[in-house]
């Protein structure tokens, strides 16, 4: 997934009046303001009433769900068949504008304060999850190399502690 087609399809959300923010590895890259690395894939953050318009843009692209173990009504992948795919991470607003990412019951969220960064993507500026909230979201999960350089990275750009879960990788 390259930069270009990052800002091809954001551009054409923004003409539909479809607010996304981006999020995963391109998020990281947005907020330093350049791209680190090759992403294989663009992560994004969309409410759940922008579902249907966004499905229907992509597929018209030849997007198509793929098949993945962890898929989720409110968290799948869309790929192209070229090697392009977008993971889709859904949520609801709630009246203090947080979203609700999955079943409420489950009290998963992106809390209203990570849904406001913005960052830049070859210069076209872009909303994405705010640098904290990017770094406390990287856990959770196995954690691999990149994500101690993109942890790392914006620690250091935006002054934050790394968190002792990246200790390991110090050395």
Wanted: aromatic fraction near 8%; charge should be negative; charged fraction near 25%.
């Amino acid at each position: 997934m390259t930069a270009a087609d990052v800002i091809s399809l954001y551009a054409e959300l923004e003409t539909l009046k479809i607010e996304v923010w981006v999020d995963g590895g391109w998020g990281v890259d947005a907020l330093l303001g350049e791209q680190t690395r090759c992403h294989q894939d663009l992560d994004i953050v969309v409410q759940q009433q922008d579902v249907p318009r966004l499905r229907q843009l992509l597929e018209q692209q030849g997007y198509r769900e793929i098949k993945v173990e962890e898929a989720r009504p409110w968290n799948f992948v869309l790929g192209d068949g070229t090697g392009r795919e977008i993971d889709l991470h859904v949520i609801l607003l709630d009246a203090h504008g947080n979203g609700l990412y999955g079943p409420a019951v489950n009290g998963v969220m992106y809390p209203a304060a990570s849904l406001t960064g913005t960052g830049s993507i070859k210069g076209r500026t872009v909303r994405c999850i705010s640098p904290e909230w990017m770094v406390k979201f990287h856990s959770g999960y196995k954690i691999k190399e990149k994500d101690f350089r993109d942890v790392s990275a914006l620690c250091k750009r935006f002054g934050m502690e790394l968190p002792e879960l990246f200790a390991e990788f110090r050395k």
